[in-house]
């Protein structure tokens, strides 16, 4: 068998497999309907409240604090700008704060403060304080997704196809013919199979 129909046999599985993997790897949106999103950011809502009131939204964001009331949860986030997969971008200038509210009692170990989520929902107004002088949009979940720890560091795919051309590179540029490098080649499996017995 010639090193070409060799390498042919082993490409045409290994492009196979790649491309089955790529189409498994394909996620799922984060959000199902997000039609009537409206592209506003908490700063537009603090600056203009009776404008947006009402509006449908999609922010995201890292937990500051969650406080528990009555019947519901409150999460206040420090918002950032979401990628094209609606994940945050904490590494681009915040969009200001928003106070989330979960229509039931959220677990804290869950919204715990450092990590980040996505989430849809209505703007239901805003909320003054007063020390400092600041005001909250309030933001009424319809969907959210909180992202696992470390999302960021899974955002560049690490996927490696090959087929060992590069322990054979000096193999094949050497003066040994393509058999010979064939049965260096099932040495090295032999040895390898030895091994692991």
């Not at 799922?28 to 409206?38: I, Y």
């Not at 700063?43 to 500051?64: E, K, M, N």
């Not at 020390?131 to 960021?152: C, H, I, R, T």
């Not at 087929?163 to 010979?180: F, I, P, Q, W």
Request: with cysteine; glycine share 8%; proline share 8%.
């Amino acid at each position: 068998m010639s090193l070409i129909a060799l390498a042919r046999r082993l490409l045409l599985p290994t492009a196979v497999i790649g491309a089955a993997l790529a189409i498994a790897g394909c996620a799922a949106p984060v959000f199902r309907d997000t039609s009537g999103v409206v592209a506003i950011a908490p700063l537009d809502v603090q600056a203009s409240p009776s404008r947006f009131h009402g509006a449908r939204v999609l922010w995201g964001g890292r937990i500051v604090a969650i406080s528990l009331v009555p019947g519901a949860s409150e999460v206040e986030v420090l918002a950032y700008p979401l990628d094209r997969d609606l994940q945050p971008r904490p590494d681009l200038p915040p969009l200001g704060r928003f106070i989330l509210i979960l229509p039931s009692l959220a677990d804290p170990s869950v919204y715990a403060a450092g990590r980040h989520l996505s989430v849809l929902g209505q703007v239901a107004g805003v909320r003054h304080i007063e020390q400092p002088d600041y005001v909250f949009p309030l933001l009424k979940a319809s969907e959210v997704n909180v992202w696992p720890w470390g999302f960021m560091l899974d955002k560049r795919p690490n996927i490696r196809v090959g087929v060992g051309a590069r322990s054979l590179r000096g193999r094949m540029n050497s003066k040994r013919n393509g058999a010979d490098a064939i049965q260096w080649i099932n040495r090295r499996v032999r040895i390898a199979g030895t091994m692991q017995a």
